[in-house]
């Protein structure tokens, strides 16, 4: 009957030391979360893409109206621009296409139209613009730097309150297994 009851403690301990690991392990296999963001005026298209991993190829692809802004350009962790639509007096349909070499069978597609911008109440002329020269394209987007201190990484957004839960719930277990190995015994 001892080796019996030693055995099931053995047991019970195994199980408490590697719950935890086993869980941490499927919480540490998450998929990544990309965000591809855009916002569609009558006179221009944002967007903003970020939380790619930089260590991996990210390209992103922008049609307008049957135009190719973005051909598969490439960038690190984050994208953002502002793109001029032009005159238009229908609906320009718009596609944004964003890849990545860490998900390579799940890009990110949308489609979208940008509706002509209402006509102006007054029969005044429009003003006369001075275009302003466009800057070089540049081969690489920098990653924006951040502002004022940084703050310490507390854990808040981790799963450490689901692997501590499955830790307490192997111990009660692990109790109760030695409890009922105590009663038998006597």
């Known amino acids: 009957m001892r080796q019996t009851s030693g055995r099931l403690i053995a047991s019970a301990a195994g199980l408490g030391a590697?719950?935890?690991l086993l869980l941490a392990g499927g919480a540490l296999a998450?998929?990544?979360v990309h965000s591809a963001e855009w916002t569609l005026a009558c006179d221009k298209v944002s967007v903003q893409v970020a939380d790619y991993n930089p260590q991996f190829t990210n390209r992103i692809t922008l049609t307008v109206g049957g135009?190719?802004?973005?051909?598969?350009?490439q960038f690190g962790a984050s994208f953002s621009q502002d793109f001029p639509v032009k005159a238009?007096?229908?609906?320009?349909?718009?596609?944004?296409?964003?890849?990545t070499d860490e998900e390579p069978k799940s890009p990110v597609t949308?489609?979208?139209t940008v509706a002509p911008c209402p006509?102006?109440?007054?029969?005044?002329?429009?003003?006369?613009v001075t275009p302003t020269p466009t800057p070089p394209a540049v081969s690489r987007t920098p990653t924006p730097k951040p502002t004022g201190p940084q703050?310490?990484?507390?854990?808040?957004?981790?799963?450490?309150?689901?692997?501590?839960?499955a830790g307490a719930g192997v111990l009660v277990i692990g109790g109760a297994l030695v409890l009922v190995t105590r009663r038998r015994s006597r």
């Open 88 to 99: 238009h007096t229908k609906d320009v349909a718009v596609e944004l296409v964003v890849t």
């Open 30 to 32: 998450a998929v990544p």
């Open 67 to 73: 135009e190719t802004l973005l051909d598969k350009k």
């Open 18 to 20: 590697l719950a935890p």
């Open 151 to 165: 703050l310490a990484e507390t854990g808040g957004g981790s799963n450490a309150g689901v692997i501590a839960a």
């Open 119 to 128: 006509a102006s109440p007054s029969p005044t002329p429009p003003p006369k």
């Open 110 to 112: 949308k489609t979208g």
